[in-house]
């Protein structure tokens, strides 16, 4: 039995040791200054996305439809034009969530939001950037599960953060403001390391004087090339935790063995973090995020089958696993 049990134990640290990294969800949001139909939608598709900050990057991107005259797809019309058309979207305003889902911006929901808030990632896009006018930016590439099969390319794009200017639509805040690619608008081509290694990156560039240098910021993403999903993303503003292990006090399952709810005292701040629950053949039976009540993370188990689980937690970087066995249960 004791060596089934470390068999079982080393099979699920293989399948929890893979895809870790926080996958941030990426939307680039293809909209115009012009447009009425965009003022309308872009308001509550902001309120939406809003209980997500920290957890998503956002990019608008500027088209010459339905007015040529936007202002902010006159300051840069020729890469604007490459990246819509690599996003074929026809519309304003139309949302790409992850590279994968395309809708409209009135369409973006919390369902979706926390469907793609539940995903990890095999890579972490880690942005260091430097200087006033003139910046330098290092972005590390690491790989911290299985590195994934398929050809994928590097964006970086230059954006600014929060745009105050009235336009004709009456929009007068506009957010991530795409203004220059440093790489092609379609990204270069990067070949991912194998897991454990990392692949470094430097950029240089100038704020222009038309843009508000103190909200001027590069955004990166890695992408697959056939599929155009995104793997994750990254910039200067992410919060880099430490990256030790969280430590058995921060996570106390509170009654062992269970029989309806799986009740988890969290002796630190977690919330916006993942939780997984495997089964002893490192099966994932339940995932979701965290959002406590009172420092206390309930999840309802008493559909479960009984015998022995694992509870993954992992937040910005942090991870642990708590054993717990689940008893039979007749109501």
């Known amino acids: 039995m004791k060596k089934f049990l470390l068999i079982v134990l080393f099979a699920v640290s ?26 309308a939608s872009n308001p509550n598709y902001y309120n939406v ?61 919390k369902a979706i939001l926390d469907a793609e808030m539940a995903k990890t990632s095999p890579i972490e896009v880690i942005v260091k950037e430097t200087g006033t006018t003139s910046r330098s930016v290092t972005v590390e590439v690491k790989t911290v599960g299985t590195k994934p099969a398929g050809t994928y390319k590097v964006v970086a794009a230059i954006a600014e953060k929060e745009r105050n200017q009235t336009t004709s ?12 690619f440093l790489t092609a608008a379609t990204g ?22 038309a843009w508000v240098e103190s909200e001027t910021y590069l955004l990166v993403w890695v992408q697959d090339v056939t599929t155009k999903e995104v793997l994750n993303s990254g ?20 009654y062992n063995p269970v029989r309806t709810n799986l009740s988890v005292q969290l002796n630190k701040n977690l919330d916006g973090g993942n939780y997984l629950i495997m089964n002893i053949m490192g ?19 008493a559909h479960y089958e ?23 249960y007749n109501p």
């Open 14 to 39: 293989l399948v929890i040791s893979n895809g870790q990294a926080k996958r941030y969800i990426f939307m680039e949001h293809v909209t115009n200054s012009n447009c009425g139909s965009c003022a």
């Open 49 to 109: 996305i809003k209980p997500y900050q920290g957890n998503y990057h956002h990019l608008t991107i500027h088209p010459k439809f339905p007015y040529v005259s936007c202002v902010f797809y006159q300051a840069n019309k020729p890469e604007q034009d490459e990246r819509v058309a690599f996003l074929g979207v026809s519309s304003t305003p139309t949302v790409i969530v992850n590279g994968l889902i395309k809708k409209s911006a009135s369409g973006i929901t």
């Open 169 to 180: 639509n009456g929009e007068k805040v506009h957010y991530d403001v795409f203004r220059k």
């Open 188 to 209: 270069d081509a990067i070949t991912l390391a194998d897991n454990g290694s990392s692949v470094n990156l430097n950029y240089n560039y100038t704020v222009n004087s």
């Open 235 to 254: 910039n200067k503003f992410d919060v880099i935790s430490k990256t030790e292990d969280l430590v058995p006090s921060d996570v106390k399952i509170l």
């Open 283 to 301: 099966q994932i039976v339940s995932q979701g995020i965290i959002n406590t009540n009172n420092n206390k993370l309930e999840v309802p188990v």
């Open 306 to 328: 009984s015998g022995m689980y694992f509870l993954r937690i992992e937040s910005n970087r942090q991870k642990i696993t708590k054993r717990w066995i689940k008893e039979s």
